[in-house]
């Protein structure tokens, strides 16, 4: 569904009542929210901001939520569907990456509304300046000077970089075709195309910056916070060899339990899509005694999804309040699947 459809659905849906209708159809199935981060001001051009909701938005979502949904923490949330105890509409609130703003900026709120959340961290780089390779990607793009490029190496042809809006568009076509590249490919190409933009100077102004481990426990502590693993470097679990996807899942969940109090028994794929994790990732989480794993395909969970194909409703900084209410009743999803019956 392109963006210009799914606003006019979500605008109709509010008009007619219909997102009221169907969290009244569906409230026996379970709603997943999957955020990255929150910001207070607006990102600078150059910053990827997608990931990134803003505050005022943000608290309109929890507060409705609050108001249509029994918001139950992650773990709670997925017993309840297994046991098939759900029977009026429940939320459960999920964050992807673990950026500091969601303990500067997207806490507060959560405490203040008494709700509570489950943050999925790559370990690898609790801690550090790190920062996901495809950011440092779109920011280049968007702060090159360049008016052209060269990307025959990854047959996408020698894209103009006239506007911002051609910049990010390219700059995400570039990404999609990086995340099919095993890691150690795609680190040369990403070094190729960041050299041809001229490797602008990367700036996010804390954006992107992650938590810390003294960060996480304080956050444990306030009572609505739980965490959960993500990997330990982002990577698409499909996309690995044997050992390096023991490495991946094995090595975080390990870390998130020995770092953690209370750690989730679910695990979030990064990237999240069909492609982008196998069996051989299932095999893994089984055999450590994980419950579940929660992927990025839109829609709702009843009783009768695989536990390790959890759908979430991605939020993202475009996402419009009626967007927000038809992707939380489920009517894109339901509306594409019946699409693709007919």
């Not at 009572?223 to 330990?232: D, L, S, V």
């Amino acid at each position: 569904m392109s963006a210009l459809a799914s606003r006019a659905l979500s605008t109709a849906s509010s008009w007619l009542g219909l997102h009221h209708l169907a969290r009244r159809l569906q409230r026996r199935q379970l709603l997943v929210v999957c955020y990255h981060g929150v910001v207070a001001t607006p990102l600078p051009r150059h910053v990827p901001s997608w990931h990134h909701v803003p505050l005022p938005a943000f608290e309109r979502q929890l507060r409705y939520l609050r108001a249509h949904y029994d918001v139950v923490p992650l773990d709670e949330a997925l017993d309840l569907l297994a046991a098939g105890a759900i029977d009026r509409p429940t939320a459960a609130i999920t964050f992807d990456d673990g950026y500091r703003n969601n303990r500067e900026v997207a806490l507060p709120v959560l405490r203040r509304l008494g709700l509570p959340a489950t943050i999925f961290l790559i370990t690898g780089w609790v801690g550090t300046d790190e920062r996901l390779w495809s950011v440092r990607v779109e920011a280049a793009f968007r702060r090159s000077t360049r008016t052209d490029l060269d990307l025959s190496v990854l047959d996408l042809g020698v894209p103009q970089l006239g506007s911002m809006t051609k910049r990010a568009e390219t700059a995400r076509n570039v990404i999609d075709t990086l995340k099919n590249q095993p890691p150690d490919a795609r680190a040369t190409l990403v070094r190729a195309v960041l050299d041809a933009l001229g490797d602008p100077p990367f700036d996010d102004g804390g954006a992107f910056r992650l938590l810390s481990w003294p960060e996480i426990r304080d956050m444990e502590d306030t009572g609505r916070i739980t965490f959960g693993a993500h990997t330990a470097h982002h990577e698409i679990v499909s996309r690995l060899t044997d050992v390096e996807l023991e490495n991946e899942i094995a090595g975080s969940i390990a870390t998130v339990r020995r770092h953690t109090l209370l750690p989730s028994a679910a695990f979030a794929y990064p990237n999240g899509r069909p492609a982008d994790f196998d069996d051989r990732a299932r095999d893994i989480l089984v055999r450590l005694d994980m419950t579940g794993a929660l992927t990025t395909i839109e829609g709702l969970n009843d009783t009768a999804v695989d536990p390790f194909l959890i759908r979430r409703v991605v939020v993202g900084s475009t996402t419009t309040f009626d967007q927000f209410r038809a992707a939380a009743a489920g009517l894109p999803a339901r509306l594409r699947r019946l699409a693709g019956r007919a």
